[in-house]
Nanobody
Framework: QVQLMESGGGLVQTGGSLRLSCAASGSIFSGNAMGWYRQAPGKQRELVARITSGSSANYADDVRGRFIIFRDSRKNTVYLQMNRLKPEDTAVYYC????????WGKGTLVTVSS
């Protein structure tokens, strides 16, 4: 059974930092690329960052240099370190495999105040 549980969101001021965590079931985590996605109000869900099973990472243009994705295979957990946050980063953040499977967690809300 696929399970994804995101945590770590909250309210932060512009320029602040947050670290998101995602605990994933082994069936989706092991050997797969994982991604962090976000969905802002009124917008479609988008991929923010992706990391392969070998820890090679890719980022969306608007977060590159500010966000860092990494994974801990011992814990089946993927993280997203978010620095220099901007109001436009406000969204619900989700993790999933990449490509995504059709099971999503509840996400974690990140709100960046100006």
């Amino acid at each position: 059974q696929v399970q994804l549980m995101e945590s770590g969101g909250g309210l932060v001021q512009t320029g602040g930092s947050l670290r998101l965590s995602c605990a994933a079931s082994g069936s989706i985590f092991s050997g797969n690329a994982m991604g962090w996605y976000r969905q802002a109000p009124g917008k479609q869900r988008e991929l923010v960052a992706r990391i392969t099973s070998g820890s090679s990472a890719n980022y969306a243009d608007d977060v590159r240099g500010r966000f860092i994705i990494f994974r801990d295979s011992r814990k089946n957990t993927v993280y997203l370190q978010m620095n220099r946050l901007k109001p436009e980063d406000t969204a619900v953040y989700y993790c999933n495999a990449h490509p995504a499977v059709d099971v999503w967690g509840k996400g974690t809300l990140v709100t960046v105040s100006s």
